[in-house]
């Protein structure tokens, strides 16, 4: 009997280590698709080196024209659980959205703040009002606008009485004049082409409402008041200023400071939020807005304030579950936020499978779901 028994028990402690050794492995996959979903850590060695996040992009690859129509963009899936990418169309953001889902998306209207001298020589960027006759801008060429220095808009003429330490001009006018008032769209450096009437209309968001930004949120871009109808959806308002053109400086990114930008959420969109079960933010300012408005209790809080909150990798997202976002420029702050988001590693591998495919790249171009 005794012989039977040490038998029977030589056969099943073998099966059982083996067993145990399925549910290790098993549970520790579990494990890593839920810190992936919930971005617990980036795949790969987290880098604070500026090289890490670079990438060659062919010119020809930088969108310089909306597509016709907004819904028609490409969107690339990335699914970060099972490191997969999907090619799909912007029209198909549904598909991927659960019923409690939220989309969170934001509302600033960009203003017309591009204008010339009458010369021609000065472009002028008109930031802020700071007071009667007064305003902050940025100048090109540098050179030509020192303090003392004039020139003349629409007849009126501006003089340089400071110079910032970014770089901008405190300039006093003549006359209270609005420059807005006759401006035009003020579209990225990496837009080879003065803006136009139709960039009047398709470098803002359909839904923007609140003026004051000199850059669109260009993930809000693609939607259409269609699309946008069929998707359970809340706006925050964050006013995009000069930083989002700011270049990485220093060799290690954890020394870059970002410029602060204004930014507002209703108590009424702060309570969808937190009772949402996902959220889904609408391009990287939205993501800023809300890891910046959580409190100690982990909501979201109603408020008007300012944020320079840098993201990077490693970061914990503590609000956003759900990331659409464009694809955008080498070594910037918006690709570091997105390699945080996705991983670094299946980021670029992304990048590297988009620039394959002929994707439309920048502020016109495709988009990026991440999952």
């Known amino acids: 009997m005794l012989a039977a028994n040490d038998h029977s028990s030589g056969e099943f402690l073998p099966a059982l280590r083996s067993r145990n050794r399925e549910l290790a492995a098993s549970f520790a996959r579990i494990m890593r698709n839920f810190a992936r979903r ?22 020809e690859l930088i969108a310089q024209r909306p597509l016709q129509r907004r819904e028609d963009s490409r969107m690339m899936v990335l699914h970060r659980d099972r490191q997969t990418i999907d090619h799909c169309q912007f029209h198909e953001l549904k598909k991927f959205l659960r019923s409690s889902d939220l989309l969170v998306l934001n509302d600033t209207r960009v203003l017309p703040a591009r204008r010339f001298s009458d010369d021609g020589i000065v472009e002028f960027l ?10 902050k801008c940025l100048v090109k060429p540098g050179r030509k606008m020192r303090v003392g220095a004039a020139a003349r808009i629409n007849g009126v003429t501006l003089r340089v009485e400071e110079i910032t330490d970014g ?13 807005y008032a006759g401006g035009s769209m003020p579209l990225p450096p990496y837009i080879n082409r003065l803006s136009d009437e ?20 260009t993930a809000g871009l693609h939607f259409t008041p269609e699309i946008l109808s069929e998707l359970p959806h809340t706006f925050v308002t964050l006013h995009v200023g000069p930083g989002t053109f700011v270049p990485v400086r220093s060799d290690n990114i954890a020394e870059h400071r970002m410029h602060s930008e204004r930014f507002s959420i209703s108590p009424e969109v702060a309570r969808r939020i937190n009772d949402a079960r996902r959220i889904i933010a609408v391009g990287t300012t939205t993501v800023r807005t809300l890891e910046s408005a959580r409190g100690a209790d982990g909501k979201v809080q109603a408020q008007e304030g300012a944020t320079d ?11 956003v579950s759900l990331l659409l976002t464009n694809f955008h420029l080498p070594r910037s702050t918006l690709l570091m936020l997105v390699s945080a988001f996705a991983g670094r590693e299946f980021l670029l591998c992304a990048y590297e499978k988009a620039i394959r495919q002929h994707y439309r790249f920048y502020s016109y171009g495709d988009c990026m779901l991440i999952l």
Do not use: C
């Not at 008109?126 to 305003?135: A, D, Q, T, Y």
């Not at 139709?198 to 949120?217: E, H, L």
């Not at 993201?311 to 609000?319: E, G």
């Open 167 to 179: 770089g901008a001009r405190i300039v006093t006018l003549d006359e209270d004049i609005d420059p």
């Open 309 to 319: 909150l840098f993201i990077y990798p490693p970061y914990h997202f503590r609000v």
């Open 38 to 59: 919930r971005n617990l850590f980036d795949d790969g060695p987290m880098t604070a080196r500026l090289s890490d996040y670079d990438y060659d992009l062919p010119t």
């Open 198 to 217: 139709k960039d009047a209309a398709r470098y803002q968001t359909v839904f923007a409402n609140a003026a004051g930004a000199i850059a669109a949120p």
């Open 126 to 135: 008109f930031l802020e009002h700071l007071g009667p006759k007064r305003w």
